[in-house]
């Protein structure tokens, strides 16, 4: 379903809430339609897991709890990270949504950015050292979460 689609149901609904230019209707927003790409990318990694490592755990002594973070969550850790990465682009990069829930107070940097225009016209410095800034937290998230991809992709590759 195309997110244009749901536009004016949402915001709808978020009027009626009171949540209109505040952050929360965008963390609502964002949530809605990045936890179910999330949530299918985990379900396929966690089911394809091994259940025999888990048993093992059960058998050394390990809780259900136990075993999920010392076993499960590890072996996840590539898929979590991609999931996390990728989420986090839609977030940062949706402006739909943005545009129509939030209008001083809640703005993210893309509306902040289409909004730059003057009576002057468009001052390409401003826009440019905005861009520039926008440009920051994700290439740095992803810096760091491929460290931890790259760490899952060789976990069980054998020497020799």
């Known amino acids: 379903l195309p997110p244009m ?5 949402f915001f709808l609904l978020i009027n009626f809430l009171g949540l209109i230019d505040k952050q929360l ?9 990045t936890m179910p790409f999330a949530v299918l990318i985990l379900r396929d990694v966690f089911k394809d897991l091994p259940i025999e490592l888990e048993e093992s755990a059960y058998v ?8 999920f973070r010392h076993i499960a969550l590890p072996l996840a850790s590539p898929a979590i990270a991609a ?3 990728i989420c986090f682009a839609f ?10 829930l ?12 289409a909004g730059l225009n003057h009576t002057q016209g468009v001052q390409f410095h401003a ?5 520039l800034l926008a440009i920051l937290p994700p290439a740095l998230l992803a810096l760091t979460a491929q460290r931890y991809i790259v760490r899952g992709l060789t976990f069980g590759a054998v020497k020799g």
């Open 5 to 9: 689609v749901t536009a004016i149901p």
């Open 25 to 33: 209707a965008l963390i609502l927003a964002n949530a809605t339609f």
């Open 60 to 67: 050394d002594g390990a809780s259900l709890f136990q075993a």
């Open 83 to 85: 999931a996390l990465v």
């Open 91 to 100: 977030s940062w990069n949706e402006f739909l949504f943005a545009l129509i």
């Open 102 to 113: 939030s209008y001083q107070d809640a703005q993210p940097i893309t509306v902040i950015i």
């Open 127 to 131: 826009v440019a050292t905005r861009l």
